[in-house]
C-alpha cells in the first residue's frame, strides 16, 4: 500500500526567504503526486501535480515541486515566501491504476514579517 | 458551476444521535471521497466510490456507512455518534485515475462536534 510521509509539522520561515516543504512516498509501483494548499477555515486546493514527464513541476503562486524517483521523494520550494502563504500544506499520493489518494499529515507553514 | 457541495457545514450532535452528511458535485466525476481531518494527522480517508452504486472502505471506515445511490452524491452516515468522530470532514470527487485531469476537487467541509 502506498503511503506518504510529511518530514516537518511546522515550518517557520521570514518573509522573502526560500522555504522547501519535504515530502518522502512509498510505493512499489509508479505514482500520481500532488501538493494541496489548504487556508484558514478553507478547503484544499491543488497548488500542482506529477503524472509523469519532466521531473520538474511548477504549479500555482511561484510554488515547484521536484519528484525524485530513487529517493522517493516531492518536495516543494518557493525561492520567496510571502505572507499570504500561511497555511497548511499536504502532499499526497495515488497509485496510477487505483483510485485512492493517500495524504500526508500536513505542513503548517508560518511566515514572520 | 458550485463544484463540490457540502451540507451542512456545521453541526453538534449529542452522543448516540444518528446523522447523514451529503457531498453533491456538478463536475459528472466518477470517484467520490469522503476524508476526515484531525490536527496532527492530516486526512484520512473514511470511504471513497468509484462509481455510482460502488462503495469501498479506506483507512478509517469503522462507524461510518456511505452510499452512492446517484453520481452525484456521496452520502456520509453515522448511525451512533461518539466523540471520537468529532472532526472536520471533507468530501472531495474527481474525474478518474487513469485520466490525466486527475486531481481531486475538495469542498469546503463539514465541523462535527459530539458531545
Known amino acids: 500500500a502506498q503511503s506518504v510521509t510529511q518530514l516537518d509539522s511546522q515550518v517557520p520561515v521570514f518573509e522573502e526567504a526560500p522555504v522547501e516543504l519535504r515530502c518522502n512516498y512509498s510505493?512499489?509501483?509508479?505514482?500520481?503526486l500532488f501538493w494541496y494548499v489548504q487556508y484558514p477555515n478553507q478547503g484544499l486546493q491543488l497548488l500542482l501535480k506529477?503524472?509523469?514527464?519532466?521531473?520538474l513541476v511548477k504549479g500555482i503562486n511561484g510554488f515547484e515541486a521536484e519528484f525524485n524517483k530513487s529517493q522517493t521523494s516531492f518536495h516543494l520550494r518557493k525561492p520567496s515566501v510571502h505572507i499570504s502563504d500561511t497555511a497548511e500544506y499536504f502532499c499526497a499520493v495515488s497509485l496510477s491504476s487505483a483510485s485512492k489518494i493517500i495524504f500526508g499529515s500536513g505542513t503548517r507553514l508560518s511566515i514572520r514579517p | 458551476n458550485a463544484g463540490v457541495t457540502q451540507t451542512p457545514k456545521f453541526r453538534v450532535l449529542k452522543t448516540g444521535q444518528s446523522m447523514t452528511l451529503l457531498c453533491a458535485q456538478d463536475m459528472n466525476h466518477e470517484y467520490m471521497y469522503w476524508y476526515r481531518q484531525d490536527p496532527g494527522m492530516g486526512l484520512r480517508l473514511i470511504h471513497y466510490s468509484v462509481g455510482e452504486g460502488t462503495t469501498a472502505k479506506g483507512e478509517v471506515p469503522d462507524g461510518y456507512n456511505v452510499s452512492r445511490l446517484k453520481k452525484q452524491n456521496f452520502l456520509l452516515g453515522l448511525e451512533s455518534a461518539a466523540p471520537s468522530q468529532t472532526s472536520v470532514y471533507f468530501c472531495?470527487?474527481?474525474?478518474?485515475?487513469?485520466?490525466?485531469?486527475?486531481?481531486?476537487?475538495f469542498g469546503q467541509g463539514t465541523r462535527l462536534t459530539v458531545v
Open positions: 472531495a470527487s474527481r474525474q478518474g485515475a487513469r485520466i490525466m485531469n486527475t486531481e481531486a476537487f
Open positions: 510505493s512499489s509501483v509508479s505514482v500520481y
Open positions: 506529477y503524472l509523469s514527464g519532466s521531473t
